[in-house]
């Protein structure tokens, strides 16, 4: 399981700030919003959800 956080993430269109999905291959798990740090999380700028799936992830 992989957990990242982002300053922007978009699932399906809809948009979310300061969010935390988890994932398992790359395929999404759970998302829920960053209320505070969470140990073995991985920081990037934005995240984009299509259809389950991670397709992009841009890094700072």
Same mark, same amino acid.
């Given at each position: 399981m992989t957990? =990242?956080?982002a300053n922007r993430v @978009?699932?399906? #269109? *809809?948009?979310f700030t300061n969010h935390v999905? *988890? !994932?398992q291959d790359d395929i999404l798990v759970? &998302?829920?919003? !960053?209320i505070e740090e969470l140990p073995h999380t991985q920081w990037l700028r934005? =995240? @984009?959800i299509e259809? #389950?799936?991670l397709t992009h992830? =841009? &890094?700072?």
């Amino acid at each position: 399981m992989t957990r =990242l956080a982002a300053n922007r993430v @978009v699932i399906d #269109g *809809e948009q979310f700030t300061n969010h935390v999905v *988890e !994932l398992q291959d790359d395929i999404l798990v759970c &998302h829920y919003p !960053l209320i505070e740090e969470l140990p073995h999380t991985q920081w990037l700028r934005t =995240l @984009v959800i299509e259809k #389950g799936r991670l397709t992009h992830a =841009l &890094h700072y």
